[in-house]
Nanobody
Framework: QVQLVESGGGLVQPGGSLRLSCAAS????????MGWYRQVPGKGRELVAI???????NYADSVKGRFTISRDNAKNTVNLQMNSLKPEDTAVYYC????????WGKGTLVTVSS
């Protein structure tokens, strides 16, 4: 079992920044993929960014150049630095862990509004 706890969501004005963090605990493997997905009401969950344990990253086109994902393998944490936020970035953001199985955090709400 793996537990994921997210933090860092909140309300921010357009153009602002937020940093999301996710801490993983439990049966953590050495080779994994961690990342962030987001979901708005009425739509499916979409990939925001992922990072492998080797540091390879992949981003959704909509966030490239604005968001940066990073991880600390020793601490089993993954972070998402979000800059130049837009109203369309408003969503619940979920931390994801893929080892032998998939695990999800409970989500943290990000609201971008003036």
């Amino acid at each position: 079992q793996v537990q994921l706890v997210e933090s860092g969501g909140g309300l921010v004005q357009p153009g602002g920044s937020l940093r999301l963090s996710c801490a993983a605990s439990g049966s953590i493997l050495s080779v994994t993929v961690m990342g962030w997905y987001r979901q708005v009401p009425g739509k499916g969950r979409e990939l925001v960014a992922i990072i492998t344990s080797g540091g390879i990253t992949n981003y959704a086109d909509s966030v490239k150049g604005r968001f940066t994902i990073s991880r600390d393998n020793a601490k089993n944490t993954v972070n998402l630095q979000m800059n130049s936020l837009k109203p369309e970035d408003t969503a619940v953001y979920y931390c994801h862990y893929r080892g032998l199985l998939d695990y999800w955090g409970k989500g943290t709400l990000v609201t971008v509004s003036s």
